[in-house]
Structure formats: C-alpha cells, structure tokens
C-alpha cells in the first residue's frame, strides 16, 4: 500500500520551453498558465527570470493572474540569477546546482565543497526574503548518494521545502530509480521530487517508480515536451496514477486533452497518432 | 550505469501488422521492412488474419512466410484459412475473463490446430491480469497439443512494471513451455512492463517501431537500446543504421516519426539552451546518455531564445566568424529577439545578417 501524497510540478514554460526549437509567445504562456491553474495544478515553473527583460515582464504578467497555482522561478545557483527572481516578484524559488562528479568536474570545473558553499550563499541570501525555497540536483541519477544528502541536509536546514532529484540524462530504468529512491527518502530530511526524462521512454516508469518508493512530487510537462526525448508527461503520470496505484492527484482530467492541443500548438509539433491517451488512434482515458 | 544482463533477447514484430492495417499492402515495401526487422534481434513478425485477407495474399507461398505467424481467433474457420494461406505457424488468441466456457472452446480451437499440422503459439491477450493459478489451468492443454510458446498479453496495458515483473517471475517458475510477453502501450508504459519482462526471465518480447499499433505496443528502439546502453547488454544488435531503418519502414506506410521520438527522432541529439550546449561543448557526456552514433544520428547545435554566449562563440567560430565574449552578450539579445519575434530557432543566414548588424553598430570594431 502506497501512503504518501504526490504533487504534481508542471514544467511546460521551463524545460518544455527549453525542448531546441520551441519558443512560447506571451499570449501562450499566459494561456497555458490559466488552463494548468483550471486543471488544478498546484505548482507551476513558470520560466528564466534571467533570461532577461522580456522575459521579466512577461513573468510579471504571470504573477498579477488571479490564479490559485503557485507559479516558480527557476534559477542557477548564482546570485545575480536569483535577484532577477527576487525582482521580479516570485514567492517560489527554484534554485539549481549539478550534485554528480561528472558535471561538477566537467562543467563547473569545481569541487564538491564549492557547491555546497554556492548552495549555502544562495540559499542565505533567499532566506533573507522570506521567499519559499525548492532546491534541485542536477544528475542527481549519476550522483553520489552520500553527497546527495549532504547537498539535501544543506538545503533542509535554510528552509527549502523539497529537493528534486533530476534524473537529468534518463539513465535510469524503474528498478534502478526505485531502489535509489528509496534508499535517498530513508534518510533525506525533506521530500523528494522525481525529475524524469524520457530518452529510453522510461521517464513515466521512472516517475511511478519514485512515486512507489516514496517521492511526494513529480515534476513533469504537458505531452511529456522537453530537452531531447523530453519529459515525463502529465497526462499519463496522472492517468497512470489512478490506474495503477487508484491515486487521485487533484489535476480535472477533462482538462488534459485541452491542455496537450495547446501545448502541442504552442510548440509548433504535431501529436504523434500513436501517443498514449491523447494521440488520435490512442485510447482516451479522459 | 545500471545493472549488467546479458541474456539473449528475441523481438516479434507488429510493425508490419499495423501497416497492413491501414492498408498499405505493397509486397515490395513489406519484404524490404522485413529484411530491415530482420536485423533486430528478429524472431517473427505476426500478423492478423483478418489483415492477410485483406491484402490479398500477399505473403503466399512466399519464404519469408516461415519467419511470420499468422493470428487467429479460437475459430476452426479461421484456422483452416490459415492453412490454406499458407502459414504453418499460427497464434490462437483469445482472452480470460467472464465466459467458462472459454477452456473448451479453446481446446476445441487447438485440437484443429494440432490436426491440421499447425505450429501452435497460444495468446492469451489478457494474462497479466490473472493470477498463476488461472493461466495454471491452462498448462494441461499446453502440453497436451505441444504448444510451442505461451503468450502472456497485456494488450491494454492495465499492469504496472513491478507487477509485470512479479506475476512473469513467477509465471516462468512453473510454465511448462517457454513463455513470451505482449505489452500494450495505452498508458504509456509498454517500454517498462517489456523491460521488466525480459528482467524476470523472459526472452520473447512484442514491439513495433516507434510503438506503432491499434493498440500501441511498445517501441523497438526503446526496448532494444535500453537493453543495450542501460543494462549493457552486448547480445542486443548495434544500432549504429537504427534511427534510418525505423524512418524506412514507417515512411513505408506514410508515417511521419516525431522529431522527438526517444532513440530515434532527429531532434533528440538538438541542444538549444545555453547551459546544456555549454555541457556538451566541454563533455558531451554532461547531457547525452549515449552518442548519437551509436544510433545512427547526429549532434546539433540550435541556436534560439535560449541560446547562450558559449553556443553563440562556438556557432561563430564554425561559421569562420571571430567574437568576444562582450560582443557575444550583445550579439545574444538580438538573437534572441529575432527567435521571439519568429516564434523559431535563429538559421545560419539570419545569424549572418545579425553579425553584419552588429559590426556596423560597433564600427567593426573588435569583432
């Protein structure tokens, strides 16, 4: 018997955003925004404020809606990032550093004391705000686990309210991410956000894999859009929810299929007819 | 990465039965997918009666005919056609659920099969769902018409993959034939309830490519390269012409695949975004999980919205280009503004157009 509550985190505007070629205008933001808060889901990352400017005013728009979503600012680690956040008006704050060997060593070309001391300084400085910390692990799926705990308890103690663990190159199958995950929530003091992707088509079993192991949020995107093979997708972590494990996340299913045709519009794709749920040939749950 | 297995795995095929279902019957294109399929860990390709009568007999007296089983109901009718077909191995498929009577029907069913000299697979499309005990009633009639393989469908895909696992596990402990798995794909959860298939034991697995099928099954690629680069599978064939061959076979059928197709789309070797070209530029291992090659495709680098100044640098110096990093944050605004406006990622000309701006708003000076 599964026990524990699972949220889910849209990330459409963000890594859906990031998928190479896709740009979402301002208008479909903002709509995409409305329809996600009418599905009732309750955390949305709502982009970059340090894209720059235009991206600002358009997060700014998002901000003055009156919706009942939680709308997050995703950061890097830095602090010149963060205050773009700050500026901007988010209650919710995302901020981000790379916990594997691999891409410590390879991108930031640092050590593993200089990321928990960037985690440290970036975490007092929102602190100082009183805003809603989230932290996120990159490849966290290729990290250490001791130091994942370690990242985590730095986190716990400024604060933050979850810790997503990024399964940033899809290299997990379900097994994998189940004992992993299970492993990390017997001793993480703060609850787990799966992040899955998709580039074995494993990111939805991985997901229900966290889910079964413990995890208490998901992140995921409308049709499962994303950086590479993409995402998991919200339509089948929900669908699958409830045939599989009989969970009711709260997202209005009827919402789903409205949701994937804007997206998919937005993005400038065709469904695939053989998509799973929302596809043309595909059997509708919904 | 991940947990090493190195059992054989043997793929069955429902990429052709779904082309002819939409009723794409060249037998020039058909013999071409299957020679492609056949480089795949291929075991048989199946396809439905009702689909053979369509087409017009396509596949008879053909010797490629050994490699095919050809499906039919518990129907006498239809295993006899079957014969005349020309197929000597058939699948007899039917579903457990509310009709009693099903295990004489059935036996009826296999007692023609075995009488008109048949190779018997038996599918039952809905096993998963049933307990050992049930499918156990089945192992009399197995042994007793000497049927090859057992089917173990999930044609809805109504299981999760640890309870695939489980009931397969145990399955494999008391089955007295070797047993195959079927996967639907309705939730989307095909690729984990196969791969967990092929971990309890099982060798025989169905997939199409790129999961094609009314329902979906799940996709070839998937399963194949997941085997392959996750669990590092040696046994699994090399995929260096994959993502080629599964364009081949489904522009057969005038199926278009998804850019962003896990394993095989072109776009899932495309980086955009500053932070992950910044990663593949200094290791390309920071945001790939497997080269592009070992799968038949290519790296690119997209430069749009969320482009950084490092994918700007590089994508200039390939052009034969010179830029420093200050020109190239105030080169990354207009880029960006240029793929806002147009909603697309910025081409190579539109690049040259903003650098020749550029230079003549700094005067050509230091770029």
């Known amino acids: ?286 | 990465m991940g947990c090493k297995m190195n059992r054989k795995i043997s793929i069955v095929d429902h990429t052709v039965n779904e082309v002819l279902r939409l009723g794409y019957y060249n037998p020039d294109d058909i013999h071409l997918m299957l020679s492609i399929l056949k480089k795949y860990a291929l075991d048989f390709v199946d396809i439905s009666l009702h689909h053979v009568e369509k087409s017009g007999g396509i596949f008879e007296a053909d010797d490629l005919c050994n490699r095919i089983r050809c499906i039919v109901n518990c129907s006498e009718r239809e295993i006899v056609l079957a014969k005349e077909l020309g197929f000597s191995n058939i699948i007899i498929n039917c579903s457990l659920g509310s009709n009693i009577s099903i295990y004489s029907i059935l036996e009826s069913a296999l007692k023609k099969a075995c009488d008109s000299g048949h190779t018997i697979y038996l599918c039952i499309d809905n096993a998963i769902e049933f307990a050992t005990e049930v499918t156990g009633k089945l192992s009399p009639l197995v042994v007793k018409y000497g049927v090859e393989r057992l089917i173990i469908g999930d044609i809805d895909g109504n299981s999760d993959p640890f309870t695939t696992y489980d009931r397969l596990r145990d399955l494999l402990k008391s089955e007295q034939c070797p047993i195959e798995y079927l996967g639907g794909n309705e939730y989307g959860m095909a690729t984990a309830n196969t791969l967990s298939a092929l971990k309890a034991g099982v060798e025989y697995v169905a997939t199409s490519v790129s999961g094609i099928g009314v329902p979906g099954m799940a996709p070839m690629e998937e399963v194949l390269m997941a085997a392959r680069h996750l669990w590092k599978n040696q046994l699994v064939p090399d995929g260096s012409n994959l993502a080629i061959d599964c364009k081949t076979i489904l522009s057969k059928a005038g199926i278009l695949l998804p850019d962003e197709k896990a394993v095989i789309g072109s776009r899932v070797f495309a980086h955009e975004s500053g932070i992950h070209v910044d990663g593949i530029l200094k290791n390309p291992e920071l945001y790939e999980i497997m080269k592009p090659e070992e799968v038949g495709l290519s790296r690119y680098l997209v430069i749009g919205k969320h482009s950084g100044t490092a994918s700007l640098m590089y994508k200039f110096r390939q052009m034969n280009f010179s830029l420093s990093q200050d020109n190239a944050t105030e080169l990354l605004k207009m880029v960006r503004n240029v793929a806002i406006s147009q909603k697309k990622p910025v081409t190579d000309l539109q690049l040259e157009l903003i650098y020749s701006l550029q230079m003549e708003l700094v005067g050509y000076k230091e770029l």
């Not at chain 1, 991108?107 to 007092?124: D, M, Y």
């Not at chain 1, 494993?202 to 995402?231: D, P, Q």
């Open chain 1, 1 to 286: 018997m599964i026990r524990n509550s699972f949220e889910i985190v849209d990330t459409t505007l963000r890594d859906g955003e990031q998928s190479a070629g896709v740009v979402f205008s301002e208008e479909e933001k903002i709509k995409i925004v409305l329809a996600l808060d009418k599905a009732n889901v309750k955390w949305i990352e709502a982009g970059i404020p340090a894209m720059g400017n235009e991206e600002c005013e358009t997060l700014k728009k998002m901000l003055k809606l009156p919706i009942k979503s939680h709308l997050i600012a995703w950061n890097r680690a830095n602090l010149n990032d963060i205050k773009a956040s700050i500026a901007c008006g988010f209650q919710f704050i995302h901020v981000s550093l790379p916990v594997s060997d691999l891409h410590i060593k390879y991108k930031l070309q640092k050590s593993r004391g200089w990321v928990l001391n960037q985690l440290k300084t970036c975490l007092a400085y929102l602190k100082s705000y009183g805003v809603t910390i989230i932290v996120g692990a990159e490849d966290a799926s290729r990290a250490n686990p001791e130091f994942f705990l370690e990242y985590a308890n730095i986190a716990a103690s400024y604060g933050a309210v979850r810790i997503r663990y990024a399964d940033t190159v899809g290299c997990l199958d379900h097994f994998m991410t189940h004992d992993k995950i299970e492993n990390i929530i017997k001793r993480s003091p703060i609850p787990i956000e799966v992040h899955a992707h998709n580039d074995f088509g494993l990111a939805l079993a991985n997901t229900m894999a966290a889910y079964r192991a413990g995890a208490e949020f998901a992140s995921v995107t409308i049709t499962g859009i994303g950086e590479r093979a993409g995402n998991a997708s919200m339509e089948e972590t929900v669908a699958s929810l409830r045939q599989f494990y009989h969970y009711d996340c709260g997202i209005q299913l009827h919402m789903l299929p409205v949701l994937a045709e804007m997206a998919v519009k937005a993005s400038g794709r065709t469904l695939f007819s053989y998509k799973p749920l929302v596809g043309n040939l595909a059997y509708h749950a919904f």
